[in-house]
């Protein structure tokens, strides 16, 4: 019925058998379509209609019997970061979390700079429509920043300026968060590496790194042996 890049999902004929209704992100973000339908050939008539609700991901339609109702599940996924008062030398928290972020985006991993000015995080595509990336937030003028589309784990160098983070591939890079250029710095055929983790004296670059092995072995079953023997 489709054939394109867009996430198509959660196809519903209408009790009239003339469109099929699904969810489709194919608008930007995850909401409903439909497209019409022969009955008789199967064939699609036309191209795919947005349905647009009022919703920043719909979902899981359903249909009243006469067709003159659907409902629908409409999802809103929001995080943001906050903060609350510990003290060092009873590594109690003293009071209670105070908000930091606020808003719609739905982002994670948050990492503060050495000097306190700015946290990184990593922005989850959501079903705003979100692109995936490591952000920046401010914390003076609150505002946030872009620095990459892709990635996550992102770790501070000891300048508050650089950031390692690890990439879909596997691969390790770097981001200058003042010009927001971004290199590989190091991969691994045949592995992931992810997770890094920056030492004081930023000489030494700590990460996971993980492959994935197969082997094919021969085992002899017990008593195959004599039962070959015996024919």
Known sequence: MTDDPAVDWDPVWSPDGRYLYFGSDRGGSMNLWRVAIDE????VLGQPQAVTTPSP???HMSF???GSRMVFASVLSLSNVGRAPFDATTGRVQGA???VTSGSRNWYAPVLSPDGRHIAGVESPGPAGRRPGVLLYHVDSRTYERLTDFGSGPRWLGDSRRLVFDSD?????????RTRTSYEIWSVPGEQLFS???????????FTRANTESDIWLATFPGAQASSDRR
């Open 40 to 43: 008789v050939s199967g064939n």
């Open 196 to 206: 890094p983790v920056v030492s004081q004296d930023c000489r030494w670059p700590y």
């Open 169 to 177: 591939e596997g691969k390790l890079f770097l981001v200058d968060s």
């Open 97 to 99: 979390p105070q908000p």
């Open 64 to 66: 009243s019997a006469d």
């Open 57 to 59: 991901f719909a979902a």
